[in-house]
Structure formats: structure tokens, C-alpha cells
């Protein structure tokens, strides 16, 4: 006779990321009671934030939002928390129109505007002689995200989404006869999802570029208000957002889902249950082995991830005055080349890794978190070659290696955050002396806090064979198994993520969820959401209920404490 649940819900998401909590949130407004359970005390996967404190100054850092796309009024951002009862809720920023992205090459200059005719204008003015391969390839990138989005409506013809789409880059390049200059600067968009042309479904590139070219914008308040307002809305229709809640395994038998096993022991029971946990991990640990497809499990055993993100986070006693961009060093044209040496693991020489440089205090200057009055809080981050060997260690954290000891691993840790700040002085002028604080997060941070394979913030490659169909669908051969997230179909990003979220509670509940959203309708009422208490803050929101009021029962009990006389 099988155990008894301790706990019954309607659903269970695993794993509190973007994918996960837009899901539940979804879910929870359609009349399902949702548990959403989450291993860190912050919920909200790359879509948090962290804070530091230091002489009585406080800073705050995004983990992974640095600016997202099509955030005007009727833009995906906007209609998924419209429909959700909180787009009054969420405002964003935008960035520079005219130049969100500054790419700085050894000799040429650019600056990405938000829009494709201006975006070629200034291509075709700065690589003359590619006049017509540059027209040609934009025309085509174009066209596949057009035809991308109206794939949704039945019955309308793709033409060139069906010959170009699931192709790599590098033919569409080669077919157009870019020269090297211009394959590097129109490819400066790889570094949003980790891969060189030739190993890049061309799906993904014209989507990236198409979602910029609808605008660049920041939330306001930070990263964290996203999965904050998620929270409340799954909140405020009876659901659960449960952190510091790891989850040993995840029950199936014959092949049908059935609940979760905590790590304390707690079985929660459901008839749905939703991975947003790794999906490797996924499959080849929190489900019995025995319960996928021979396929599954071969897929998972020769999928290719991709590399994972260096990040330095910097505050400077100045303000860094300039343009609300983000700005792209680039030591080189070189594409693939580089890609290949980042994947082979070794061989990279620190100087030919490009940097990323994101200005937080002039996409929010009014969040009052970020750091004191006239100073600059800024990110500068590239892309770490693969593999635990590049960092001095033999195994990951999530499977128990140690790292943040290692001198090999800290050598290598200083070395990079030296070139990466010296990058960033290209772009933003001296500032070395002004620093009153700088830590480095690698793919081992990564890992250590989502788990996720190889430390990777973006998933799987989206290379032609492992893009669209052949990418991992959010419905399982498990019944009642669902999964969203970076690995699956809808794609990496807060956008993917999310709009994976939406279409996996819409093949759930049988319906075009998305298009329902696009076209302006509530599935939650905004009244439906209880008002933000007067001292509301996302990052305290984001540690669930539970946690919440331990938290301020802990202020509470201090403060008492302090203000008792002492005996």
C-alpha cells in the first residue's frame, strides 16, 4: 500500500523561476490551487536579485536581468501582467531608442537603435561594401521573426520561416557573402544566447533581434518586481509560494505523475506537477529513470549545453555620466572561432573574450536600493569557455565539488574580473579608484544557486537540432508531467521563459493562452489582487508567505529586545 500525502494540491511547480511562477501564476487565476516550492530562500530563478551591505551602505544586483524587449503599451510584457490583474503594477523604463546597444570593435563603432530600418541603415553605413549582403540577410532575419509570430494564427504561409528558420546562421551569412567585420558586428546578439553562427539555429538570432527591435526596457524597482507580482497573484487566488523547500523526488508510477517528496520527508500530492528544475536534472534525477522514453534519456545524455556567464558587480563612488545603453567591447571580428576554443574549454586567452557592460543606475536612477547618491552601479559580464576544468576544480556544487576555497579557482576568478574591469574602463573612463565595492559571480555561482547544467543561464544550444520541435516540449511522456524553462521549446530569457510559462498553462487548460493575453483578456481581475502593504518590497514579497512572516516575526522579537530596559 503506497504512503499517504501529507499535503494535496492541484498543482506543483518545481522550482520558483520565471517559466515556473508565470505558470502557476496562470494557473492559480484559472481556479487551480497551486503550490509553487523553491530550494533557495528568494524565489524568482534569474529574475532575482541580491543585496550587499557595507558601511552602512546598501547595493542591490540583478542575476540575470539586464534589459528585455517589447515592453510598450500592447507588448508582450505588458499583456501577460495586464491579464494577470497586476500590469498597473509593473512600469518599464526605457533605454536609449536610438542606440540601447553600443558596440565598440577595434576600429568601428555602432549603435543598435530600436528599429530594423534604422538598425540597417546604420549596418549598410558603416560596411559599405556589404550594402547588399546586409540588406539581403536583415530582410530574411525580418521576414522569420514576422512569420514566426503569425505561425500562431491557423492556415497563414511562412515561406521563409520554413526554408531559413531551423538553418544555422552561418549559411545565411555565407549565402548573403557577409565579409568578417559585418558577420561580427550583425552577430553581436550571440552573446544574449551563447553560440557562434554555425551553431545557431537562425530562428533564434531573428527573434532575439526582432524582440530588441520593439524597444529595450528595465523594470522599474528592479529585476525582482517580476517575480513579485507573479507571487501575488498566485497568492491572492489561494496558491503557495514555499521557499527553502529542495524536493527529493518527484512521484511517478506507470508512467503517471503524482506528486513530489520533499527533502524533509513531506509528500505533497497533485495530479499536475511542473519542472522548472533543471531539465537534466530533471530527468535524470528528481524522476525514476525508468518512467522516460529510451529517447528521453539519450537526448539528455548528448544534448549540448551552453557555456555559462562571468559576472562583476560594481559600485563606484562617481556618477558615471552617459547615454542609457549598454555597451559591447569587442577585442576582434571573430565569430565562430571563438565559440569553438569557448566549448573546447581551453586554450582562451582572457583578452579575447568580449565584455558586456550594463548600467544599472541609469536604467533605474529612483531605485533607491541600487546605491547611495553620487554613486554608479554597473555589471560587466562575458562568457566563460565550458567545463569545471577551466576553473581549477573537478566537480560542480550542485553534485557536491567545493570551488570557492580553491586558489586555482580564485586566480582564475581575479584574472578574469582584471580584464573584464579593465574592458569596461574602455567604455566608461578610468574609475579603478573609485571602487567601494566588486565581487565576481562564475558558473559555479550559477550553479550553486539553480542547479542548473554547467552552470548555464541560457539552457540548451539552440543549434537546428535542438531548436523548435527537437528542443524539450513542456508536455512529457509522463502524464501529468509538465516542464518549463531554459531547456524547453519556448526558449531561454525572462521573455522565453515566461512566454513558456504561458503556453504550458495553455496546453493545460486547452487553451491559445498567449493570443487570449495579446488581445487583451483578464484572466485575473485586477482587484483580485490584494493592494501592496505600505512597505512593500519585491525582494522581501519573493521569500513566500511562510518565510515572510518568520522574517518579520524574527524583526519583531529584535526590536522588542532592543527596546526592553536592561536589568
Same mark, same amino acid.
Given at each position: 500500500?503506497d504512503?499517504?500525502?501529507?499535503?494535496?494540491? #492541484?498543482?506543483?511547480?518545481?522550482?520558483?523561476?520565471?517559466?515556473?511562477? &508565470?505558470?502557476?501564476?496562470?494557473l492559480?487565476?484559472?481556479?487551480?490551487?497551486v503550490?509553487?516550492?523553491?530550494?533557495?530562500?528568494l524565489?524568482?530563478?534569474?529574475?532575482?536579485?541580491?543585496?550587499?551591505?557595507?558601511?552602512?551602505?546598501?547595493?542591490?544586483?540583478?542575476?540575470?536581468?539586464?534589459?528585455i524587449?517589447?515592453?510598450?503599451?500592447?507588448?508582450?510584457?505588458?499583456?501577460?501582467?495586464?491579464?494577470?490583474?497586476?500590469?498597473?503594477?509593473?512600469?518599464?523604463?526605457?533605454l536609449?531608442?536610438?542606440?540601447?546597444?553600443?558596440?565598440?570593435?577595434?576600429?568601428?563603432?555602432?549603435?543598435?537603435?530600436?528599429?530594423?530600418?534604422?538598425?540597417?541603415?546604420?549596418?549598410?553605413?558603416?560596411?559599405?561594401?556589404?550594402?547588399?549582403?546586409?540588406?539581403r540577410c536583415l530582410?530574411?532575419?525580418?521576414?522569420?521573426?514576422?512569420?514566426s509570430?503569425?505561425?500562431?494564427?491557423?492556415?497563414?504561409?511562412?515561406?521563409?520561416?520554413?526554408?531559413?528558420?531551423?538553418?544555422?546562421l552561418?549559411?545565411?551569412?555565407?549565402?548573403?557573402?557577409?565579409?568578417?567585420?559585418? +558577420?561580427?558586428v550583425?552577430?553581436?546578439w550571440?552573446?544574449?544566447? /551563447?553560440?557562434?553562427?554555425?551553431?545557431?539555429?537562425?530562428?533564434?538570432?531573428?527573434?532575439?533581434?526582432?524582440?530588441?527591435?520593439?524597444?529595450?526596457?528595465?523594470p522599474?524597482?528592479?529585476?525582482?518586481?517580476?517575480?513579485?507580482?507573479?507571487?501575488?497573484v498566485?497568492?491572492?487566488?489561494?496558491?503557495?509560494?514555499?521557499?527553502?523547500?529542495?524536493?527529493?523526488?518527484?512521484?511517478?508510477?506507470?508512467?503517471?505523475?503524482?506528486?513530489?517528496?520533499?527533502?524533509?520527508?513531506?509528500?505533497?500530492g497533485?495530479? =499536475?506537477?511542473?519542472?522548472?528544475?533543471?531539465?537534466?536534472?530533471?530527468?535524470?534525477?528528481?524522476?525514476?529513470?525508468? +518512467?522516460?522514453?529510451?529517447?528521453?534519456?539519450?537526448?539528455?545524455?548528448?544534448?549540448?549545453?551552453?557555456? /555559462?556567464?562571468?559576472?562583476?558587480?560594481?559600485?563606484?563612488?562617481?556618477?558615471? #555620466?552617459?547615454?542609457?545603453?549598454?555597451?559591447?567591447?569587442?577585442?576582434?571580428?571573430?565569430?565562430?572561432?571563438?565559440?569553438?576554443? =569557448?566549448?573546447?574549454?581551453?586554450?582562451?586567452?582572457?583578452?579575447?573574450?568580449?565584455?558586456?557592460?550594463?548600467?544599472?543606475?541609469?536604467?533605474?536612477?529612483?531605485?533607491?536600493?541600487?546605491?547611495?547618491?553620487?554613486?554608479?552601479?554597473?555589471?560587466?559580464? &562575458?562568457?566563460?569557455?565550458?567545463?569545471?576544468?577551466?576553473?581549477?576544480?573537478?566537480?560542480?556544487?550542485?553534485?557536491?565539488?567545493?570551488?570557492?576555497?580553491?586558489?586555482?579557482?580564485?586566480?582564475?576568478?581575479?584574472?578574469l574580473?582584471?580584464h573584464?574591469?579593465?574592458?569596461?574602463?574602455?567604455?566608461?573612463?578610468?574609475?579603478?579608484?573609485?571602487?567601494?565595492?566588486?565581487?565576481?559571480?562564475?558558473?559555479?555561482?550559477?550553479?550553486?544557486?539553480?542547479?542548473?547544467?554547467? /552552470?548555464?543561464?541560457?539552457?540548451?544550444?539552440?543549434?537546428?537540432?535542438q531548436?523548435?520541435?527537437?528542443?524539450?516540449?513542456?508536455?512529457?511522456?509522463?502524464?501529468?508531467?509538465?516542464?518549463? %524553462?531554459?531547456?524547453?521549446?519556448?526558449?531561454? %530569457?525572462?521573455?522565453?521563459?515566461?512566454?513558456?510559462?504561458?503556453?504550458?498553462? /495553455?496546453?493545460?487548460?486547452?487553451?491559445?493562452l498567449?493570443?487570449?493575453?495579446?488581445?487583451?483578456?483578464?484572466?485575473?481581475?485586477?482587484?483580485?489582487?490584494?493592494?501592496?502593504?505600505?512597505?512593500?518590497?519585491p525582494?522581501?514579497?519573493?521569500?513566500?508567505?511562510?518565510?515572510?512572516?518568520?522574517?518579520?516575526?524574527?524583526?519583531?522579537?529584535?526590536?522588542?529586545?532592543?527596546?526592553?530596559?536592561?536589568?
Amino acid at each position: 500500500m503506497d504512503e499517504p500525502w501529507d499535503e494535496q494540491w #492541484d498543482v506543483v511547480v518545481v522550482g520558483s523561476g520565471p517559466g515556473g511562477l &508565470t505558470a502557476g501564476a496562470c494557473l492559480a487565476a484559472a481556479g487551480r490551487k497551486v503550490l509553487v516550492v523553491e530550494r533557495h530562500d528568494l524565489a524568482g530563478g534569474n529574475a532575482q536579485v541580491f543585496r550587499r551591505h557595507h558601511q552602512g551602505a546598501e547595493y542591490e544586483f540583478d542575476v540575470g536581468i539586464h534589459y528585455i524587449g517589447d515592453c510598450a503599451p500592447g507588448g508582450l510584457f505588458p499583456s501577460i501582467f495586464g491579464a494577470l490583474g497586476v500590469g498597473d503594477r509593473v512600469e518599464f523604463r526605457p533605454l536609449d531608442p536610438d542606440g540601447f546597444d553600443t558596440l565598440r570593435f577595434p576600429d568601428v563603432e555602432v549603435r543598435v537603435p530600436a528599429d530594423w530600418d534604422e538598425y540597417g541603415r546604420r549596418l549598410t553605413d558603416t560596411f559599405p561594401d556589404d550594402q547588399a549582403g546586409l540588406e539581403r540577410c536583415l530582410r530574411t532575419l525580418r521576414d522569420v521573426a514576422e512569420e514566426s509570430r503569425n505561425r500562431m494564427i491557423p492556415g497563414v504561409e511562412t515561406p521563409t520561416f520554413d526554408r531559413w528558420a531551423f538553418r544555422p546562421l552561418s549559411e545565411l551569412f555565407a549565402e548573403c557573402e557577409l565579409s568578417a567585420p559585418a +558577420q561580427a558586428v550583425l552577430d553581436h546578439w550571440s552573446g544574449l544566447y /551563447g553560440g557562434g553562427p554555425s551553431q545557431t539555429a537562425i530562428a533564434m538570432h531573428a527573434s532575439i533581434i526582432d524582440h530588441y527591435m520593439r524597444g529595450a526596457y528595465y523594470p522599474e524597482g528592479g529585476g525582482q518586481i517580476l517575480p513579485a507580482r507573479l507571487i501575488q497573484v498566485i497568492e491572492a487566488h489561494g496558491g503557495e509560494v514555499r521557499t527553502l523547500t529542495p524536493v527529493r523526488e518527484i512521484v511517478v508510477h506507470d508512467r503517471v505523475a503524482e506528486g513530489v517528496v520533499l527533502d524533509d520527508g513531506t509528500r505533497v500530492g497533485a495530479s =499536475l506537477v511542473i519542472s522548472n528544475a533543471d531539465y537534466a536534472r530533471t530527468v535524470q534525477g528528481l524522476v525514476d529513470r525508468s +518512467q522516460w522514453d529510451p529517447a528521453t534519456l539519450d537526448w539528455v545524455e548528448h544534448a549540448t549545453m551552453t557555456v /555559462g556567464l562571468v559576472c562583476v558587480y560594481v559600485v563606484v563612488d562617481l556618477e558615471l #555620466d552617459g547615454p542609457n545603453t549598454n555597451y559591447f567591447v569587442f577585442s576582434n571580428y571573430e565569430t565562430d572561432g571563438l565559440y569553438d576554443r =569557448l566549448y573546447a574549454g581551453d586554450g582562451m586567452a582572457d583578452d579575447e573574450l568580449f565584455a558586456y557592460i550594463a548600467m544599472a543606475s541609469r536604467k533605474d536612477p529612483d531605485n533607491a536600493h541600487l546605491c547611495p547618491p553620487g554613486h554608479t552601479n554597473f555589471q560587466v559580464m &562575458t562568457l566563460a569557455p565550458a567545463g569545471y576544468e577551466y576553473w581549477g576544480v573537478d566537480a560542480g556544487p550542485a553534485d557536491g565539488g567545493s570551488y570557492r576555497r580553491s586558489e586555482a579557482y580564485r586566480a582564475r576568478k581575479e584574472a578574469l574580473t582584471e580584464h573584464l574591469l579593465t574592458a569596461a574602463e574602455q567604455v566608461l573612463g578610468p574609475f579603478r579608484d573609485h571602487i567601494v565595492h566588486v565581487e565576481t559571480a562564475t558558473p559555479l555561482s550559477q550553479e550553486r544557486y539553480t542547479h542548473s547544467t554547467g /552552470g548555464t543561464s541560457y539552457g540548451y544550444v539552440h543549434s537546428p537540432d535542438q531548436s523548435g520541435e527537437r528542443r524539450p516540449q513542456h508536455r512529457t511522456e509522463i502524464d501529468g508531467l509538465w516542464v518549463v %524553462g531554459a531547456n524547453t521549446a519556448s526558449g531561454h %530569457g525572462i521573455a522565453g521563459t515566461m512566454v513558456g510559462g504561458v503556453n504550458c498553462a /495553455g496546453e493545460i487548460l486547452d487553451r491559445p493562452l498567449l493570443i487570449e493575453m495579446i488581445l487583451g483578456q483578464a484572466l485575473a481581475e485586477p482587484d483580485a489582487i490584494p493592494p501592496d502593504p505600505p512597505d512593500f518590497d519585491p525582494m522581501e514579497w519573493s521569500r513566500g508567505a511562510r518565510l515572510r512572516e518568520r522574517r518579520a516575526a524574527g524583526r519583531a522579537a529584535r526590536a522588542d529586545a532592543a527596546a526592553s530596559p536592561s536589568p
